[in-house]
């Protein structure tokens, strides 16, 4: 059974009226708006992204764009996960895909206990409004607030990558699933953006501690039909904060653009 553990001491949470505590007097209030904050902040008090971002990512994924990889990674948990098995996010975002999987579970009648974290205030918010059945924490994906060997199904879609702390939360034999970008991805888009573009580089599937079970490579060309959805793509790419300023004003005279979106889907079981 999944539950929080104390990022301070490490000891099991319990919820007593709206704050989760420990054993040892730690305690963390459940916010009005549905979510706890387990982060413990080393200066500032914002995080990860931020509204603007977060916006720009809903309104794009809102419209269908990655429809098709949100159905890929959807069937994937379907799949793999148990019967009343725990599933869990990490680095969830405004939780596009966390609560599609949520949905997909549910339809499947596995009556699924969804868990989810992001370093991001304002993206967990974002996401309890998406779902309001999702067990949503603030928290790092290198500091998971929760004991070892509690999941059945871990998710990870583009947010960093803790190969230890996902290897901790997972059941022995339990699956991870991730989505990758591969060599042809956004294509069109560099190229309207750079002098020089490069294709992203081939990966290496292999992950110590697990097992590549299944890949799954998907591909579909994307018909961006206004400046927005393209300006709004380009910012959920790690290159708008390495990109110079004149080269991201390339983009402000594309009023339409198709663009290649490839990804792989994989599934890995813990070893």
């Given at each position: 059974?999944?539950?929080?553990?104390?990022?301070?001491?490490?000891?099991?949470?319990?919820?007593?009226?709206?704050?989760?505590?420990?054993?040892?007097?730690?305690?963390?209030?459940?916010?009005?708006?549905?979510?706890?904050?387990?982060?413990?902040?080393?200066?500032?008090?914002n995080h990860g992204?931020?509204k603007a971002m977060?916006?720009?990512?809903?309104?794009?994924?809102?419209?269908?764009y990655y429809g098709?990889?949100?159905?890929?990674?959807?069937?994937?948990?379907?799949?793999?996960?148990?019967?009343?098995?725990?599933?869990?996010?990490?680095?969830?975002?405004?939780?596009?895909?966390?609560?599609?999987?949520?949905?997909?579970?549910?339809?499947?009648?596995?009556?699924?206990?969804?868990?989810?974290?992001?370093?991001?205030?304002?993206?967990?918010?974002?996401?309890?409004?998406?779902?309001?059945?999702?067990?949503?924490?603030?928290?790092?994906?290198?500091?998971?607030?929760?004991?070892?060997?509690?999941?059945?199904?871990?998710?990870?879609?583009?947010?960093?990558?803790?190969?230890?702390?996902?290897?901790?939360?997972?059941?022995?034999?339990?699956?991870?699933?991730?989505?990758?970008?591969?060599?042809?991805?956004?294509?069109?888009?560099?190229?309207?953006?750079?002098?020089?573009?490069?294709?992203?580089?081939?990966?290496?599937?292999?992950?110590?501690?697990?097992?590549?079970?299944?890949?799954?490579?998907?591909?579909?060309?994307?018909?961006?039909?206004?400046?927005?959805?393209?300006?709004?793509?380009?910012?959920?790419?790690?290159?708008?904060?390495?990109?110079?300023?004149?080269?991201?004003?390339?983009?402000?005279?594309?009023?339409?653009?198709?663009?290649?979106?490839?990804?792989?889907?994989?599934?890995?079981?813990?070893?």
């Amino acid at each position: 059974m999944a539950y929080y553990i104390c990022p301070v001491c490490g000891d099991a949470l319990k919820l007593w009226d709206n704050s989760y505590k420990c054993g040892k007097g730690h305690c963390f209030d459940r916010s009005a708006k549905g979510y706890v904050n387990l982060f413990l902040s080393k200066g500032g008090s914002n995080h990860g992204d931020d509204k603007a971002m977060i916006n720009a990512r809903t309104d794009f994924l809102n419209k269908g764009y990655y429809g098709f990889l949100k159905d890929e990674v959807c069937k994937a948990v379907s799949d793999f996960t148990p019967q009343n098995g725990e599933v869990i996010d990490c680095g969830c975002g405004e939780c596009y895909y966390t609560a599609a999987i949520h949905e997909a579970l549910t339809r499947k009648n596995k009556s699924p206990e969804i868990y989810a974290v992001d370093i991001s205030k304002d993206a967990v918010i974002a996401g309890k409004k998406r779902c309001k059945n999702l067990n949503l924490a603030v928290a790092s994906v290198f500091h998971l607030p929760f004991s070892k060997e509690s999941f059945d199904t871990l998710v990870t879609m583009f947010a960093p990558f803790c190969r230890e702390e996902y290897s901790r939360v997972l059941k022995h034999g339990a699956v991870m699933i991730m989505a990758i970008p591969l060599e042809d991805h956004l294509w069109e888009l560099k190229r309207a953006v750079y002098e020089t573009p490069y294709k992203n580089s081939p990966h290496d599937f292999e992950i110590e501690g697990f097992e590549l079970v299944k890949k799954s490579d998907v591909k579909e060309m994307m018909h961006l039909s206004c400046n927005k959805d393209i300006t709004s793509l380009f910012e959920m790419t790690p290159y708008s904060h390495k990109t110079s300023k004149e080269d991201i004003k390339k983009l402000e005279s594309l009023d339409k653009l198709d663009v290649t979106a490839h990804f792989a889907v994989l599934v890995y079981k813990k070893i």
